[in-house]
């Protein structure tokens, strides 16, 4: 079997054992009629969770520098939604629900001006996207019911979340290091899409570039850590038993299984023609 072969199996098996955890939580998880989206909502959240680490493992070239932090701290920001959510789950998730309403509403509307402008063909089919939202929308609230808020849907900041959901922590150390690629500061781009000139006349100038990076399995290994800890934090709170999910021990006890006890095996086999020109793992937030 070729390394190639091997990865492929690995991420397969991976996928299934995260489908696996999830499926078992959600029914195990009770909707409680009286206020059904709660059930949507924190089952959703748990399933997105859940996406963003398969979706991450079943791309080994994006396990680096540039691309990984993007679903890294999406995975941060379910993190911290879920928690705050269950602190008080029937107001959240319905506020929750009723700003995402009225983001789609605006999104409609906006579709809608674009119809309106479109030449006939455009038309025709900014219609079926327009009717397809619309119908969405009403399967939950009638569109025009809808409120439209443009603020965050939880009227506090990331960090105040974490702080009532007491993972300030995991704010300081994930949610923020993270952000600086999302958002492309400085502290990101500085460090991997710029660097000071090789010429000594023109040193105070910084020159673009798009620095190499190979795949690194601490990636990985990140997403399964943050996925068991959304894991772990829904069996305490939703489910009010011990936390149960192991799945970052799993996925490296198969790792060794695989490709032996040095992690730079799989990095070997998952990388790209890339070389690698970034920190290194025990550099990288924790």
């Known amino acids: 079997m070729t390394d190639e072969d091997q990865i492929r199996e690995l991420i397969s098996t991976i996928e299934a054992r995260i489908r696996q955890e999830l499926r078992a939580r959600c029914e195990e998880y009770k909707p409680d009629f009286q206020a059904p989206e709660v059930f949507n909502v924190v089952t959703a959240l748990l399933a997105r969770q859940a996406t963003l680490a398969i979706e ?18 999406a995975m941060a920001d379910v993190h911290i939604t879920l928690s ?22 605006l999104a409609l509307e906006h579709r809608k001006k674009e119809r309106d402008c479109a030449d006939a063909d455009s038309k025709k089919k900014l219609a079926k996207i327009i009717s397809a939202e619309e119908d969405w929308i009403d399967t939950q609230k009638w569109n025009f019911l809808v409120d439209v808020n443009v603020g965050a849907w939880s009227g506090k900041t990331a960090r105040e979340m974490s ?21 492309s500061t400085w502290y990101h781009v500085g460090r991997y899409n710029s660097g000071p000139s090789e010429s000594s006349l ?26 068991d800890k959304t894991f772990c934090m829904f069996d305490e709170k939703a489910l009010n038993r011990s936390p149960s999910s192991e799945i970052r021990d799993w996925i490296h006890g198969e790792i060794q299984n695989r490709f032996g006890s040095d992690d730079r095996n799989l990095n070997s086999a998952a990388a790209t023609s890339r070389t690698q020109v970034e920190p290194s793992a025990h550099d990288k937030t924790r």
């Not at 922590?169 to 600086?180: G, H, L, M, R």
């Not at 040193?203 to 996925?227: C, F, G, T």
Request: net charge neutral; aromatic share 14%.
């Open 202 to 227: 023109t040193r105070q100038l910084w020159m673009p570039r798009i620095a190499e990076s190979v795949s690194d399995i601490w990636n990985l290994h990140l997403a399964a850590k943050y996925l």
């Open 163 to 183: 702080e009532e959901a007491g993972i300030l922590d995991f704010y300081n150390y994930v949610y923020t290091p993270f952000s600086q690629c999302v958002h």
């Open 84 to 105: 705050w959510i269950l602190l008080d789950p029937r107001v959240r998730a319905r506020h929750y629900v009723d700003h995402g309403l009225g983001q789609a509403v």
């Open 56 to 73: 991450l493992a079943s791309a080994p070239q994006l396990w680096n520098g540039h691309s990984a932090p993007l679903f890294l701290r």
